[in-house]
């Protein structure tokens, strides 16, 4: 089955960056997997953040749009969000996400029984 393992979370200040990785394990690229993001604010209910398709076209909430930027390594089975001038209210719980669908299915939030998690990395920014 699909394993997500996450990394890079930790705490910056505002107007700062992190990095986190997704290593994803029983895919294949013909899969057609949509991988992406998901994060939990307190709060909040979990929002779909960032996605990459199969052929690479990426999609964005409009919360995040023009920050931050999704890309994976086919060659190392990693899915990596750069996530640029961070506020406050992005602080939560980042979890990358698997599922054989279209990004903008996944980012939906739609039959999330459907998709496979990671563990959640948290990013807090002050």
């Known amino acids: 089955q699909v394993q997500l393992v996450e990394s890079g979370g930790g705490s910056v200040q505002a107007g700062g960056s992190l990095r986190l990785s997704c290593v994803v394990s029983?895919?294949?690229?013909?899969?057609?997997?949509?991988l992406g993001w998901f994060r939990r604010v307190p709060g909040k209910e979990r929002e779909g953040v960032a996605g990459?398709?199969?052929?690479?076209?990426?999609l964005y909430a409009d919360s995040v749009k023009g920050r931050f930027s999704t890309s994976k390594d086919i060659a190392t089975n990693t899915l990596y969000l750069q996530m640029n001038d961070l506020q406050p209210e992005d602080t939560g719980v980042y979890f990358c996400?698997?599922?054989?669908?279209?990004?903008?299915?996944?980012?939906?939030?739609?039959?999330?029984?459907?998709?496979?998690w990671g563990q959640g990395t948290q990013v807090t920014v002050s």
């Open positions: 990459i398709e199969n052929d690479g076209e990426t």
């Open positions: 996400a698997a599922r054989g669908t279209w990004c903008y299915v996944l980012l939906s939030g739609a039959d999330l029984n459907n998709n496979y």
């Open positions: 029983g895919y294949a690229y013909s899969d057609g997997y949509c």
